[in-house]
């Protein structure tokens, strides 16, 4: 175990044609913190392409390239040349504030047992405006799986903990040494890698400091239309199922942190395929495409599941309202999967 004043950090970013401009400021926060390694995984566009050059006589800066591969494959290579004691993933559209992650930083040097770090973290606009701050009153407590960053009496909604991504985490190293994103899956790869890491771990800190910004970027992957979402997240789905069952757990089992995070997907799926503003299909093909998604096998088993938790009368109206595909919104259906969240973790 290094000495706690001789901890490095590695910041491993994927880069495809992100605006030269966004990565220009994600790096603002990251330069002089620590090693910081670029992967352009096939960029196209001639500025990024420019700017991406011009960072090899960086200080600090290493800039790998490959041909196109996807998120998955560029981070895996930034884990096999990362040189730190510690990993931080970042997206390449993000925001990083220095001094709070020097803040961030003595945390970790004054715990070398704890194998991984999840911080609250904020999200701000596409113009780096804020839309929603996370919590920064220094708390930190102890969990033992990320699953628990639900359950926990310590960590209420307004902790802002997202057990579902990598970024807003700092990794011991060492404890990767054999945990790799999966390549053959588009679709919710950092919730399968903090899972399939969460089986091997026994010690996560949780700390109030929101040292990383989301940037809500209507151009990025996660947040344009896709009509072929559902078919991306079924391989996922059969993916998470070969990692439970290999673990000796069920989709969704006793616990209900799966079906928690199925109703973080939904959402997701349905806003994304169905009640995405590029969507011009009739209200009643949205209807039918949502009942579709809704009554294939992982979301159909998480609502299930919810059937076997003690409701009231109308929040049996809501799930029966879900169910048949009665949502004209994807406001209406965060609003919705707020209220369900509500319900499992109340």
Not at 24 to 43: K, M, T, Y
Not at 56 to 66: E, F, S, T
Not at 110 to 133: I, N, S
Not at 148 to 172: C, F, M, P, Q, T
Request: aromatic share 10%.
């Amino acid at each position: 175990m290094q000495e706690p004043s001789e901890i490095t950090f590695s910041f491993i970013i994927p880069v495809y044609n992100t605006p030269a401009e966004l990565l220009r400021e994600c790096l603002e926060g990251i330069c002089g913190a620590g090693e910081v390694i670029l992967i352009d995984d096939g960029s196209t566009d001639r500025a990024v392409l420019e700017y991406l050059s011009a960072q090899r006589d960086r200080r600090g800066v290493r800039l790998l390239r490959q041909e196109n591969q996807g998120v998955s494959a560029a981070r895996n290579a930034g884990i096999e040349a990362a040189q730190g004691d510690y990993i931080v993933f970042a997206d390449a559209d993000d925001l990083i504030d220095r001094a709070l992650f020097q803040e961030a930083a003595e945390f970790v040097k004054q715990d070398p047992e704890t194998e991984v770090f999840c911080f609250t973290y904020q999200t701000v606009d596409g113009k780096g405006k804020l839309r929603e701050r996370g919590k920064a009153t220094r708390e930190a407590f102890h969990i033992s799986s990320f699953a628990e960053l639900k359950h926990s009496e310590r960590a209420d909604r307004s902790w802002h903990l997202n057990g579902g991504v990598v970024w807003a985490k700092i990794y011991r190293k060492d404890v990767l040494s054999d945990v790799r994103f999966e390549t053959d899956v588009c679709f919710a790869e950092d919730g399968l890698f903090n899972f399939v890491l969460g089986q091997r771990i026994a010690k996560i800190c949780c700390i109030a400091l929101p040292w990383y910004s989301y940037r809500i970027n209507a151009l990025s992957v996660g947040h344009r239309y896709d009509p072929h979402v559902q078919d991306k997240f079924a391989r996922t789905y059969a993916k998470m199922k070969e990692i439970y069952t290999a673990a000796g757990l069920s989709l969704p089992e006793t616990d209900l942190y799966p079906t928690a995070i199925f109703c973080y997907y939904l959402e997701y799926t349905l806003s994304i395929a169905v009640y995405h503003p590029q969507n011009k299909m009739s209200r009643r093909e949205k209807q039918q495409l949502a009942l579709g998604i809704l009554r294939s096998e992982p979301f159909a088993e998480a609502l299930a599941a919810l059937d076997e938790c003690r409701l009231s009368k109308p929040q049996r109206m809501m799930l029966s309202r879900l169910k048949k595909g009665r949502i004209k919104s994807a406001r209406r259906l965060f609003l919705l999967k707020q209220k369900i969240l509500k319900i499992l973790y109340r």
